[in-house]
């Protein structure tokens, strides 16, 4: 397992879900990938990658509250992979999410 040169980012299911709290359910936050098999991992997945942590973090803000949602709680309208990054489980976009 080699370490990548720049650290990428992917969207994960939100951590408060995994603790209780299922509002969560459908939110996306970023989860880091660091070497070359934690990116072989999410790219079989389905899931997408960024070079960049802002580009990451814009994306992840549209897809969370995008026009259907109300109030605070976000709900991405992807799914999620059965394989995990850091524990979560990778984001599978919807055809509807924005290009990555």
């Given at each position: 397992?080699?370490?990548?040169?720049?650290?990428?980012?992917?969207?994960?299911?939100?951590?408060?879900?995994?603790?209780?709290?299922?509002?969560?359910?459908?939110?996306?936050?970023?989860?880091?990938?660091?070497?070359?098999?934690?990116?072989?991992?999410?790219?079989?997945?389905?899931?997408?990658?960024?070079?960049?942590?802002?580009e990451a973090d814009d994306w992840f803000y549209k897809v969370n509250y995008?026009?259907?949602?109300?109030?605070?709680?976000?709900?991405?309208?992807?799914?999620?992979?059965?394989?995990?990054?850091?524990?979560?489980?990778?984001?599978?976009?919807?055809?509807?999410?924005?290009?990555?």
């Open positions: 397992m080699a370490k990548l040169p720049k650290t990428k980012y992917t969207a994960v299911r939100h951590e408060a879900h995994y603790l209780g709290n299922h509002q969560f359910a459908k939110c996306v936050v970023h989860g880091a990938i660091t070497t070359d098999k934690e990116l072989e991992r999410v790219q079989k997945a389905g899931g997408v990658v960024f070079d960049d942590f802002i995008h026009a259907e949602v109300e109030g605070l709680v976000a709900r991405a309208r992807g799914s999620f992979s059965k394989s995990v990054l850091e524990g979560q489980h990778i984001y599978i976009p919807a055809k509807e999410d924005p290009s990555a």
